[in-house]
């Protein structure tokens, strides 16, 4: 392994890594700032029992563009059971793909709001998670 020891390269590297740090924390604090899902209608529930190092796919139905409506978390699930990986448009679904990490129990609970910003749930689904 080199570690450089020109002053620039030095200055260089720090100052990247710093814009990382702040990307990271700002991508992270965008999470936490945006608006909380009041209460949700009665959906759709579904429960997969796994283990660690696999993935679970979950798909959520799009709604019409112009309805302006998106699925989007609701609440609050253990992220140290699972982590969101990925996230795509298919066909008429949007699959999002979390990879489980260890043992436990978590649930995804998502809700169709106009728009990230609404508090207001026209659907919802509900996703248990159960690795073993």
Do not use: C, Y
């Not at 936490?32 to 993935?55: E, F, I, M, N």
């Not at 990490?101 to 998670?129: C, E, M, N, Q, Y």
């Amino acid at each position: 392994m080199t570690i450089a020891t020109n002053p620039r390269s030095s200055l260089a590297l720090v100052t990247a890594l710093v814009a990382l740090v702040f990307t990271l924390a700002g991508a992270e604090g965008s999470r936490a700032d945006s608006t909380p899902v009041g209460p949700l209608p009665a959906g759709s529930l579904a429960s997969t029992t796994t283990k660690p190092g696999l993935l679970v796919a979950v798909a959520l139905p799009h709604a019409p563009r112009s309805t302006g409506l998106v699925w989007r978390l609701a609440r609050p699930f253990n992220s140290a059971i699972v982590r969101q990986i990925s996230e795509a448009d298919v066909g008429g679904s949007v699959v999002l793909i979390f990879k489980v990490l260890r043992r436990g129990d978590t649930t995804l609970v998502f809700a169709l709001t106009r728009g990230d910003a609404s508090p207001k749930a026209v659907k919802s689904a509900t996703h248990k998670i159960h690795s073993r």
